[in-house]
């Protein structure tokens, strides 16, 4: 069983910074896709940023120049920096794995709340 730790969360204002970690229980060398999703509050889950073996991440339009996604497979983490943030992006934040068998996996998520 595939387990995923986030961290970072946190409470902050508009213009700040905030950067996630997700940390996993097994190696991410060859796992199929590696990403964070979010949900804000009555909205249904987006994808944020992901990245597909081999392939550069591809982000949403609404972070596209504010967030960027970074792996370590030697750490099996991946981080997720976000600048700039706005009230917009509060929502609770997951990392999601994709293992090559096509098994979804979920953290359990961190709430990043923009306000001033």
């Known amino acids: 069983q595939v387990q995923l730790a986030e961290s970072g969360g946190g409470l902050v204002q508009p213009g700040e910074s905030l950067r996630l970690s997700c940390t996993a229980s097994?190696?991410?060398?060859?796992?199929?896709?590696m990403g964070w999703y979010r949900r804000a509050p009555g909205k249904q889950r987006e994808l944020v940023a992901e990245?597909?073996?081999?392939?550069?991440?591809n982000y949403a339009d609404a972070v596209k120049d504010r967030f960027t996604f970074s792996r370590d497979n030697a750490k099996r983490m991946v981080s997720l920096q976000m600048t700039n943030l706005k009230p917009e992006d509060t929502a609770v934040y997951y990392c999601?794995?994709?293992?090559?068998?096509?098994?979804?996996?979920w953290g359990q998520g961190t709430q990043v709340t923009v306000s001033s």
């Open positions: 990245e597909r073996s081999g392939r550069r991440p």
């Open positions: 999601h794995l994709r293992w090559v068998n096509g098994d979804d996996f």
């Open positions: 097994v190696n991410i060398n060859h796992v199929s896709r």
